[in-house]
């Protein structure tokens, strides 16, 4: 039914359409109950009840399905294992055409310095020729850098943490936000923003937007998030074991 609300727009005013908005990503684990594209679609409208302005979904059957219920700017993106090569988030210029075609305004890509089957200039050079914005997902102030001059459009966040290069931490990488910001690089704030004071907190950093994922569509990481912290620590329940 509906297309992008900004299919003709410059790229720039395209991405200003969501300055300062919550993008959730909607995404089921592979083995997740929630991988089946009605549940995608279910979760997306909530997200979108809730105010969600982006969304951000994986596989061209799911940008497919979404964008048929919903005009809202969606970052799309696969997730498929690549042969010699850690990298899986849309590595080569076939997937990037694959998601664009399927419908997303803006095409997420891995943009580390992984080892990986295409340079991320070709996959910007795919999401311009398929009239898509280009979205490079970091892990690094180096990789925000070498993204801009391969010609995205925008960083994200999306992958420190992900890469043995970047900080290993539980909580986002505020560090890299503000080093992004420091630097004059627009970015995408994503990866473990799970609630909505650290949502807040990243867009105080200076990011253009947020996006959201597990906190809000991954009811299996969150019930363990729960679960955890109602167990008892082990180290204490060893020494309570000893006096009773
Ligand atoms: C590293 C990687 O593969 N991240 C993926 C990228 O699309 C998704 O699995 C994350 O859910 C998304 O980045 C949002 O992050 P969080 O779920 O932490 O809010």
Known sequence: MTRSPF???????????????????????DGSPLRDVTHIVALSRAALLGGAAGLRLRSGEDIRAVRAVTDVPVIGLTKRAQPGSPVYITATPGEVQEVARAGADIV?????????????????????????????DISTLGEARAAYAAGADIVGTTMSGYTPHSPQQPGPDFALMRALHAAGLPFIAEGRLNTPALAAQALATGALAVVVGSAITRPDHVTRWFAAALRPDPAQAARAGETS
Request: aromatic letters at 4%; charged letters at 20%; proline letters at 12%.
């Open 108 to 136: 997420a890509f891995d943009g580390t310095d992984l080892p990986r089957p295409f340079p991320v200039a070709d996959l910007v050079r795919a999401a311009h020729g398929a009239g898509a914005l280009a979205m490079a």
């Open 7 to 29: 299919p003709d727009a410059p790229r720039p005013s395209r991405l200003n359409a969501l300055r300062g908005t919550l993008i959730v990503s909607v995404q089921a684990d």
